[in-house]
Each structure stands twice: as structure tokens, then as C-alpha cells.
């Protein structure tokens, strides 16, 4: 908890230079329901996260002095973590996602030579059909079996901050922010190919959580202009079309969804105005139409990744500290749903 402590007492001397600011403190005590892993070996906001096996592979994230290009493996049945190769270049905020045995990288912001953000991408502004100087639409993929990142067609333009789930034969690209923030791309593995598919999003929000239940995809929460929101948007790959789901119980952003024996969970995030992280956790009930709370998990965070295997959600990384914050308190914390 070294690292989470410091970050706290970072956190606590930057936020006295600002009053107004609510603050959530992580809790040091684990909470009923939770139970701590192996702390990350490199701590991490806005990075990737995708699961192969039981494998958790964690890449790319912010820093103080740009984007990372570390990657390392979390090992969820063993509980140990070991090296991975690095990113062909330091990216934030891109889109991440295992399919047929293999990693694919797609977007996000990748600083320029000239330029490395005191704060992070997140300061920037936040509209959907932004671009902020750095954001690409290259892709690569990486194989464990050969070990080594490839370059893979690019984006058909730069987006950041966006989804990219597997559904079916295909990886989906929503929301985020770029030229073409509202419409769905579609990758084809086999094809090395995109293309458009289905009606545009019909809010597209930067740092929203994405998941796949019951063939469709969820896209929960995000920053709108800035601003954080509860909303639920549902689209189908089948038909290309989109819905209204439960909004969540608060407005946030940067936080994680997974689904887990059926159920969408949803925990952490946070929101700006005034700035603050949390920790509360949510499960959408099997019908699809109302939320409850479970156990908090135990370190409020945003920015973190997450993944189901073996019955257990694990979040690893992220930050304590809202907006301008979180480089300064990014955490090496892995916490565990449920305990047992």
C-alpha cells in the first residue's frame, strides 16, 4: 500500500492549495466483499487492459512525462505479475481488446516529440468531435505466442478516449473523441480491415466504460464537454441500431464496467465539478432495467482496467485523484470482487 499512501499524501497537499475540492480517500482497510492483490509493478492511470486466459495484460498509461509504453501481465490465478514486451509507442486513452488468442491496440493519445503534458490528456478539451494534437489511429497487435508487437491497418481517423470491445468476429470502436466520434467502426481480425457500421452514436463522451452482455453493447457514463453523466446507450451489432438503457445511479466517468456471471458491474470513476473519485460499485439486475449497490470497492479510482476470470472481477491501477490529480496519485492498487 506504499504507493497508495503516498499518492494520498500527494493528493492531500495539492488539493490544500484548493479548498473547494471534495476529496475521496482511498480506504486503507479492505471492504467487506473486496480483498487486495499483488500491487501493479509500475503504477498507472488511462492505460489498456485485456484478458487472454487468465492472463490480465496491462499497457501504456499516463505519467508526468507523457504517455507510457510499459506493459506487464497480471497472472489472476497465480496473483503474480511479470514483464511484457513494450508498446511500439507511449499511448493513454486508446482502445484495447483480446480476440482469438491475440492483443489489438487501436487510437488514443500518443504525444507528440515536441510535446509532453504536464497533466495529462484528460485536460484538454473534452467535446467529441475534438481532436487534441497527438491523437492517432494506428493499431497494432501482439501475439504472446511470437512476442512482439505489429503494426495492423490504422483507424480509418484519430479517436481517443473511445471503447473497443469484441463482439462476435468483429472489435467495435465507440464514442471517444475525434472528426468521427459518433460513428461505430468496426475491425475484422481476419481481414485486417474497418468499416462503418450501424447508426451513429447518439451521445458520444470521452472516458465512458464499455461492455457486452447479451450480444449487445453497453456504453455507460462519460464525459460530455466535460462534464460527467449517468447516461446508458445500448447498441446492437446486429442490427446497427441503438437504444436508451438504465442510467446509472450517478453521473461518472473513467470508470470500469465488466460483465460477470451474467451481470453488468460497474465501479470507480470519477467526476469533475467539483473533482472527485469513487469507489461505490453497481450491478445492473438480470432484466435489464434498474441498478443496485454491492460492496464499495475498498480504493475509490478512475482511470483504472479491469477483468472477469475464474468468477472474480480484478481492477488494477488507476487514480485516486480527480482531473488534474491524476498523474500525481496514480496507484499500483489490485482489488478483487468478491473476496472468496
Known amino acids: 500500500m506504499s504507493v497508495i499512501r503516498g499518492a494520498v499524501r500527494s493528493f492531500l497537499a495539492l488539493a490544500s492549495l484548493a479548498?473547494?475540492?471534495?476529496?475521496?480517500?482511498?480506504?486503507?482497510?479492505?471492504?467487506?466483499?473486496?480483498?487486495?492483490?499483488?500491487?501493479?509493478?509500475?503504477?498507472?492511470?488511462?492505460?489498456?487492459?485485456?484478458?487472454?486466459?487468465?492472463?490480465?495484460?496491462?499497457?501504456?498509461?499516463?505519467?508526468t512525462s507523457g504517455p507510457r509504453t510499459d506493459a506487464e501481465i497480471y497472472d489472476i490465478s497465480g496473483d503474480i505479475?511479470?514483464?511484457?514486451?513494450?508498446?511500439?509507442?507511449?499511448?493513454?486513452?486508446?482502445?484495447?481488446?483480446?480476440?482469438?488468442?491475440?492483443?489489438?491496440?487501436a487510437g488514443g493519445?500518443?504525444?507528440?516529440?515536441a510535446e509532453r503534458p504536464q497533466f495529462g490528456v484528460l485536460n484538454r478539451q473534452e467535446g467529441a468531435s475534438a481532436v487534441a494534437e497527438g491523437d492517432t489511429a494506428k493499431a497494432w497487435t501482439y501475439d504472446p505466442q511470437v512476442g512482439?508487437?505489429?503494426?495492423?491497418?490504422?483507424?480509418?481517423?484519430?479517436?481517443?478516449?473511445h471503447g473497443f470491445v469484441v463482439s462476435g468476429d468483429r472489435i467495435?470502436?465507440?464514442?471517444?473523441?475525434?472528426?468521427?466520434?459518433?460513428?461505430?467502426?468496426?475491425?475484422?481480425?481476419?481481414?485486417?480491415r474497418w468499416q462503418p457500421v450501424g447508426d451513429p452514436m447518439p451521445a458520444p463522451r470521452v472516458a465512458a466504460a464499455y461492455v457486452v452482455a447479451n450480444g449487445r453493447i453497453y456504453a455507460t457514463g462519460g464525459l460530455i464537454d466535460g462534464n460527467a453523466t449517468a447516461r446508458v446507450d445500448i447498441?446492437?451489432?446486429?442490427?446497427?441500431?441503438?437504444?436508451?438503457?438504465?442510467?446509472?445511479?450517478?453521473?461518472?466517468?473513467?470508470?470500469?464496467?465488466?460483465?460477470?456471471?451474467?451481470?453488468?458491474?460497474?465501479?470507480?470513476g470519477e467526476q469533475r465539478k467539483p473533482p472527485?473519485?469513487?469507489?461505490?460499485?453497481?450491478?445492473?439486475?438480470?432484466?435489464?432495467?434498474?441498478?443496485?449497490?454491492?460492496?464499495?470497492?475498498?480504493?475509490?479510482?478512475?482511470?483504472?482496467?479491469a477483468a472477469v476470470a475464474d468468477g472474480k472481477m480484478?481492477?488494477?491501477?488507476?487514480?485516486?485523484?480527480?482531473?488534474?490529480?491524476?498523474?500525481?496519485?496514480?496507484?499500483?492498487?489490485?482489488?478483487i470482487y468478491p473476496e472468496e
Open 19 to 63: 479548498p473547494a475540492i471534495v476529496i475521496a480517500l482511498p480506504e486503507l482497510a479492505a471492504a467487506q466483499g473486496w480483498r487486495e492483490g499483488t500491487p501493479m509493478t509500475t503504477g498507472r492511470a488511462f492505460a489498456g487492459g485485456a484478458l487472454i486466459g487468465s492472463d490480465l495484460y496491462v499497457v501504456g498509461g499516463d505519467s
Open 81 to 105: 505479475w511479470r514483464a511484457a514486451p513494450a508498446l511500439p509507442a507511449g499511448l493513454q486513452q486508446f482502445g484495447m481488446a483480446a480476440f482469438g488468442g491475440r492483443i489489438y491496440v
Open 109 to 113: 493519445y500518443e504525444a507528440p516529440p
Open 148 to 161: 512482439t508487437w505489429i503494426g495492423i491497418a490504422s483507424m480509418p481517423s484519430a479517436r481517443a478516449g
Open 172 to 192: 467495435y470502436a465507440l464514442g471517444g473523441r475525434g472528426d468521427e466520434a459518433s460513428r461505430v467502426w468496426a475491425y475484422d481480425p481476419a481481414a485486417n
Open 235 to 268: 447498441f446492437d451489432p446486429a442490427t446497427g441500431r441503438w437504444q436508451s438503457g438504465p442510467a446509472l445511479p450517478s453521473p461518472r466517468a473513467g470508470h470500469v464496467a465488466v460483465n460477470m456471471d451474467g451481470r453488468i458491474h460497474v465501479t470507480g
Open 276 to 305: 472527485r473519485t469513487y469507489g461505490d460499485h453497481f450491478v445492473l439486475d438480470r432484466g435489464g432495467s434498474s441498478w443496485r449497490s454491492l460492496a464499495a470497492m475498498p480504493t475509490p479510482r478512475h482511470g483504472a482496467v
Open 314 to 335: 480484478v481492477v488494477a491501477g488507476g487514480s485516486p485523484g480527480a482531473g488534474v490529480y491524476t498523474v500525481f496519485t496514480e496507484s499500483d492498487v489490485v482489488e
